[in-house]
């Protein structure tokens, strides 16, 4: 078989190849004996992955970076194998080198890896021809296959040894198939598997007191752990139990509190769930929120606690479509699940009607928006009409959001209207008679880290529906409606559909196993490791394996950064808003700093964020403030990581408390911000009227309903840049703001001119034409 025959074959697909590969070997294995150990390693490299992980699952080549092995230059000591044989010419060498792309032995590693093996036999041919001396061995080989002394086969163990040198994976595939063998989750948390725990699931909807009744066991307990989703739920868990007597402790990613007056460790403690401790024994664990165990980006900080927590008893807490996987994940551990269902404690109903207009607002009504540009809309539109709003969305510090909380919630206060994103749906403790959802289409991440337009999910829209008349507010029955009449049937069959169970719990590599990765392969970035280790990743039906994108992100922005590995690692976990380019160069610069050895005092960081800083002049301004706020943040999370080179958390967490109050005053503020931003260009407004996304989701409720049980409206949207909003035109603003995606804007043009074309020609039939144009009459020898 000839050379360009071996890489015609090397290109065939891989199932085709894989079809063909054992009755390959086998037809060649009678005329040349069995292949070499270190051979057979590579020629099963394909087969071994498939059959680890139940036959589905080949290596994705594209991910092994070629490394450089440069030719040879002259010898000090001279061309021995010259001197020991003959100078070659290179005309026969490269005759010699191709023909040994015929042999049995480099064809079988072609069998196995096809693209690896283009790449390494060219690599092999151009290291022999540019070199200019050879090592004594391979030019000693290449003498005789010259004077037919010996067989191109004899070239093989040269060219294998180049191969692994441009490829180290190759000599490491076994290892890192088992470093990365994710099937067996519970096995990794030891101490929790020593002891046999008690699971409690408190099942039930949003104010249904599932959660009070956990904490409730927490309180009277020994010792115990609260693990909740947000900063704000461990923030008032550590305020309540204090309050209560039962001293607890705090612990985020950017803080730890203690208070105990010597320092020492209370018997209780509230973390944040990426900060929850599997090796200290509690009798009382509380998981709020467990079905978040299914999202695609923290998903795995839940799986953590919930199979390595060393509790005697476990409190879950969450929606019932979480019961049957948490059931199945602790029967592979040997527990059984207790499930406790909770009612609503109060009423809520949807009502029959939608608000249609911002006149018919009432004290007590929540004006849900998925975008900041709806939030300045509706604020504007509300101060217009001589009422006073609150204001809440994700960005937005956790000092600010509770202070817009408790301005909503004072009954003598004049705020009577609150606009907020689906950011109160946890963490904050609301009085709201009436929840009024300005939109039903919310963009999302999908597992891929992909964009998506999409109604919102039951289980979005029943969390947020569920704040209207909560059992500790002075509303004591719900309502529910939307903006426009036309989205209200589509939330009413929204909130009727069941909860789609929840399948799979995520999963997210060690700083351990990367390490082990990186001593395999020394040369790849850290990007390209993960990239590596979830490819080879083989996980149970049971769990996948969290989107790590924004690791990677972060990864690839310090890549070219000289710090150590777990250090990198660290630092590319570190919490940040990729969205923000500010947040962005303060983590190049930290890490910057950190492999400089210089330390990132108090003085430096006053110096890096400008201190002291402006109030808010407009929208704009109040941006950049909420970026250094997660900037500050920034540098408190890395402040527990690395104390020694992040020395000043007490003084920065006192200016992030005066930047706070800064923000507060913002937002306090903010239609007068808007009103500024408008006037200088900084904000265009004009082309989002009251209720402009709910007449788009009413429009696009029919394909819902199409695509319904499926991910609806599921078209990836690309983020487009952010120019002056001033600057673009209404189809560019609906499409940078997520109403509408390219695709559909292309449908929508190719609607528009197919009604044009259509409307044209009626009036050209009917002898009639447009304006300002006339009817050449056809001459007989027009054509």
Same mark, same amino acid.
């Not at 551990?333 to 499930?339: L, S």
């Not at 402009?692 to 429009?699: F, M, Y």
């Not at 995606?741 to 292309?746: A, E, G, R, S, V």
């Given at each position: 078989?000839?050379f360009?025959r071996?890489?015609l074959w090397a290109?065939?697909?891989a199932?085709r190849q894989?079809?063909?590969?054992a009755?390959?070997?086998s037809a060649?294995?009678?005329?040349? &004996?069995p ?9 099963v490299?394909a087969?071994?992955?498939?059959s680890a992980?139940?036959g ?6 594209s991910?092994f970076?070629?490394l ?9 000591? %001279?061309?021995v %194998?010259?001197?020991?044989?003959r100078?070659?010419?290179k ?5 010699r080198?191709?023909s040994?792309?015929t042999?049995?032995y480099?064809?079988? !590693?072609?069998?196995?890896?096809a693209r690896?093996?283009h ?5 092999f041919r ?20 010259c004077?037919?002394?010996?067989h ?6 040269f060219?294998l *040894?180049?191969?692994?040198q441009?490829f ?7 290892d890192?198939?088992?470093?990365s ?6 096995n ?5 598997r ?5 699971i409690? !699931?408190?099942?039930?909807?949003t ?9 409730q066991k927490y309180?009277?307990a ?11 739920l461990?923030?008032e868990i550590?305020?309540k139990?204090n ?9 985020? &990613?950017?803080?730890?509190v203690?208070?105990?007056?010597n320092?020492k460790?209370a018997s209780?403690?509230s973390?944040?769930?990426e ?13 709020d929120?467990?079905?978040m165990?299914?999202d695609p ?11 390595g927590l060393?509790? =005697? ?10 019961i049957d ?5 602790m029967y592979t551990?040997?527990? =059984?699940?207790?499930?406790r ?5 109060t ?5 029959d009607h ?9 004290p ?7 975008s ?5 809309s509706?604020? +504007?539109?509300?101060?217009i009409?001589?009422?006073?709003s609150a ?10 959001k509770?202070a ?5 919630n004072?009954?003598n206060d ?6 907020a ?8 403790? $609301?009085?709201?008679r009436?929840?009024?959802f300005?939109?039903?289409? @919310?963009?999302?991440i999908?597992e891929?880290?992909?964009r998506?337009l999409?109604?919102?999910t039951t ?7 569920? +704040?209207?008349?909560?059992f500790?507010?002075?509303?004591? =029955? %719900? ?8 989205d ?7 909130? @009727? *559909?069941?909860?789609d169970?929840?399948?799979?719990a ?8 990367i390490?082990m !990765?990186?001593?395999?392969l ?11 280790f979830v490819d080879f990743?083989?996980?149970?039906g ?7 994108d924004?690791?990677?992100f972060s ?6 950064i000289?710090?150590?590995?777990r ?11 990729? @969205? ?6 303060s983590? $190049?610069q930290?890490a ?5 050895n210089?330390?990132?005092t108090?003085?430096?960081? +006053?110096r890096?964020i400008?201190?002291?800083l402006?109030?808010?002049k407009?929208?704009?301004d109040?941006?950049?403030?909420e970026?250094v ?8 999370? $890395?402040?527990?990581?690395?104390m020694d ?8 967490r006192?200016l992030?408390?005066e ?12 239609t007068?911000l808007?009103k ?8 265009n407004?004009?082309?989002f009227?009251?209720g402009?996304?709910?007449? $788009?989701?009413?429009?696009l409720?029919?394909q819902a309903?199409?695509t319904r049980?499926?991910?609806?409206l599921?078209?990836k949207?690309?983020?487009p840049?952010?120019p002056?909003?001033?600057?673009l035109?209404?189809?560019s603003?609906?499409?940078?703001q997520?109403?509408l ?6 449908q929508l ?17 009917s002898g009639t034409h447009?304006? &300002?144009?006339r009817?050449?009459?056809k ?5």
């Open positions: 078989m000839s360009s071996a890489l290109r065939l697909p199932g894989a079809g063909h590969r009755a390959i070997c060649l294995r009678p005329h040349f &004996g292949f070499p150990g270190v051979l057979g390693q590579v020629s490299l087969t071994a992955s498939s992980s139940g589905s699952k080949i290596p994705n080549t991910l970076v070629p450089t092995v440069k030719p040879q230059g002259p010898s000090a000591d %001279g061309d %194998g010259a001197e020991l044989t100078p070659l010419d005309s026969e060498w490269r005759q080198v191709v040994a792309g042999t049995p480099i064809f079988s !590693f072609c069998v196995s890896t690896l093996f790449q390494a036999f060219i690599s151009n290291y022999i021809m540019q070199s200019h001396s050879l090592d004594v061995d391979i030019h000693i080989v290449l003498n005789d296959i004077f037919g002394a010996a191109a086969d004899d070239l093989f163990p060219f *040894r180049h191969a692994k441009i180290p994976v190759l000599d490491c595939t076994d890192l198939r088992k470093i063998d994710l099937r067996i989750p519970p990794w948390y030891p101490d929790a020593a002891m046999q725990r008690k409690i !699931f408190h099942s039930g909807p104010n249904s007191g599932k959660t009070y009744h956990a904490i309180f009277s020994k010792s115990g752990v609260y693990c909740g989703p947000l900063k704000l461990a923030h550590f305020e139990s309050a209560a007597g039962v001293p607890c402790d705090l612990v985020t &990613g950017e803080e730890r203690t208070v105990q007056p320092g460790q209780h403690v973390c944040t769930v900060m929850c401790s599997v090796t200290t024994p509690y009798e009382v664990a509380v998981i929120e467990i079905q165990i299914r980006a923290r998903g795995w900080a839940w799986t953590r606690a919930l199979l060393c509790a =005697e008893e476990v409190h879950l807490c969450g929606e019932p479509a979480a996987l948490v059931t199945e994940l551990t040997g527990e =059984e699940v207790e499930v269902d909770y009612k609503r404690l009423p809520i109903s949807v009502l939608a608000l249609e207009s911002l006149d018919n607002l009432r007590g009504d929540c004006i849900v928006c998925f900041k540009n709806d939030i300045y509706v604020s +504007r539109q509300i101060e009409r001589g009422l006073e204001v809440i969305y994700g960005s937005l510090p956790p000092g600010t509770l817009q909380a408790k301005k909503f004072d009954p004049p705020c009577k209207i609150l606009v994103t689906d950011a109160i749906g946890m963490g904050l403790n $609301l009085s709201i009436r929840i009024i300005y939109s039903l289409i @919310k963009p999302s999908n891929k880290g992909e998506e999409e109604p919102i289980s979005q829209a029943l969390q947020i529906a569920g +704040r209207a008349g909560r500790s507010s002075r509303f004591k =029955e %719900g309502e529910v409606t939307t903006m426009n009449h036309e209200l049937s589509l939330l009413k069959e929204i909130l @009727k *559909r069941p909860v169970p929840i399948r799979a995520g999963l997210h590599p060690t700083a351990e196993q390490e !990765f990186a001593y395999h020394p040369d790849a970035t850290l990007s390209n490791l993960i990239d590596i990743s083989q996980v149970d049971q769990y996948f394996v969290c989107n790590m924004d690791f990677k990864a690839e922005l310090i890549q070219h000289p710090l150590s590995l250090v990198r690692y660290v630092f590319c976990t570190a919490p940040i808003n990729k @969205k923000q380019p500010f947040v962005c160069s983590l $190049l930290f910057r700093q950190y492999s400089r210089e330390p990132l108090f003085a430096w960081l +006053r890096y400008k201190w002291p402006l109030p808010p407009n929208i704009k109040l941006m950049d403030l970026a706020h997660d900037v500050l943040d920034l540098y408190l999370w $890395l402040s527990y990581r690395f080179m992040f020395p000043d958390a007490s003084l920065i006192d992030q408390k930047l706070d109050g800064i923000i507060q005053d913002g937002v306090h503020n903010i007068k808007i500024m931003s408008e006037t200088h260009k900084l904000l407004l004009e082309g009227p009251s402009s996304q709910s007449r $788009l989701s009413g429009t409720k029919s309903r199409r049980g499926t991910k609806a599921g078209s949207a690309t983020e840049p952010s002056d909003a001033g600057e035109s209404l189809a603003r609906l499409v940078q997520g109403l995606t390219p695709d559909m804007l292309k043009e190719k609607e528009w001119m197919t009604q044009q074309t259509e409307h044209n020609k009626e009036k050209t039939e447009p304006k &300002g144009t009817r050449k009459k001459e007989p020898d027009s054509d």
